[in-house]
């Protein structure tokens, strides 16, 4: 069984942006790019979203609660960001990651910074996440530079209080 990790970030003050990638730019996807890009990036991981078939992909596809994002590097989309904004200004990045022919390259931070700082702008109060032990082993560490903190919420809606 994997281990779960929750983590949030809940101000832009507790971003630590990585050095950027000179032309890496964050792009609006969705459909068939969403689809291939998710079963790319997760494959070696075993993400959830592998045993999906096509009913399951149209009604996530069609699930107004997400939006998905690609980074482009020249012409090439070489990863993906899947949020869920049903909870806004409260929002969960629920997938995340390069596709596998692109990890490795120093685009893992730019990345991720330049998803967190599109993120605060929508704007947002919490950002929050889960990461597995069945993910890319630098992972955790990633979130953990660029300032996500473990939540003691386990994760979830905004903690109140």
Request: net charge negative; proline share 9%; with cysteine.
């Amino acid at each position: 069984m994997p281990e779960l990790t929750w983590l949030e970030m809940n101000s832009l003050e507790w971003l630590r942006p990585s050095q950027e990638k000179d032309g890496l730019t964050l792009r609006a996807v969705s459909g068939d790019d969403v689809r291939s890009l998710t079963l790319r990036v997760g494959a070696p991981f075993a993400w959830p979203s592998q045993h999906l078939d096509d009913s399951g992909w149209a009604a996530y596809l069609a699930d107004p609660a997400f939006r998905h994002w690609a980074p482009i590097l020249g012409s090439e989309m070489v990863g993906i960001l899947s949020l869920n904004v049903s909870q806004a200004p409260v929002y969960e990045i629920d997938s995340f990651g390069l596709v596998p022919s692109r990890i490795g390259q120093g685009l893992v931070g730019p990345f991720l910074s330049a998803s967190l700082a599109m993120i605060w702008a929508l704007p947002a109060t919490r950002i929050w996440l889960h990461t597995s032990s069945d993910d890319h082993p630098h992972a955790l560490r990633n979130y953990l530079a660029r300032g996500f903190c473990p939540s003691p919420a386990g994760g979830g809606p905004a903690v109140v209080g």
